[in-house]
């Protein structure tokens, strides 16, 4: 299962389990639209995930960029979550890792 992460001002802001549930934060939070399939910002331009999150001052990327380093697999986790600016990752074993930005 894919999982992202947006970061502001070198503090994580918010985890989305998939992309759709990130396009669907976009749609609501900067009134992005869908149109033919695609990604287009309030004022009908397309743009990316990650341009769109840019242009409202967010870094979009993958959970994976960062529990690599880690050791850590998608498989391995059973939640995530932020905390003051942390990411939170809760293995399925019960240990929790902190990581900062």
């Known amino acids: 299962m894919a999982r992202y992460v947006i970061i502001e001002n070198n503090l994580f802001h918010d985890s989305f389990l998939n992309f759709d549930e990130a396009q669907n934060h976009a749609m609501e939070i900067?009134?992005?639209?869908?149109?033919?399939?695609?990604?287009c910002d309030k004022h009908g331009n397309r743009k990316s995930m990650i341009e769109l999150f840019e242009d409202n001052r967010f870094d979009f990327q993958p959970l994976?960029?960062?529990?690599?380093?880690?050791?850590?697999?998608?498989?391995?986790?059973?939640?995530?979550?932020i905390e003051d600016g942390k990411l939170i990752v809760t293995l399925k074993n019960g240990n929790q890792k902190k990581i900062k930005y």
């Open 64 to 81: 994976k960029s960062f529990i690599d380093q880690y050791g850590i697999t998608e498989n391995d986790i059973a939640n995530v979550h």
């Open 30 to 39: 900067f009134e992005a639209k869908l149109i033919d399939d695609q990604l």
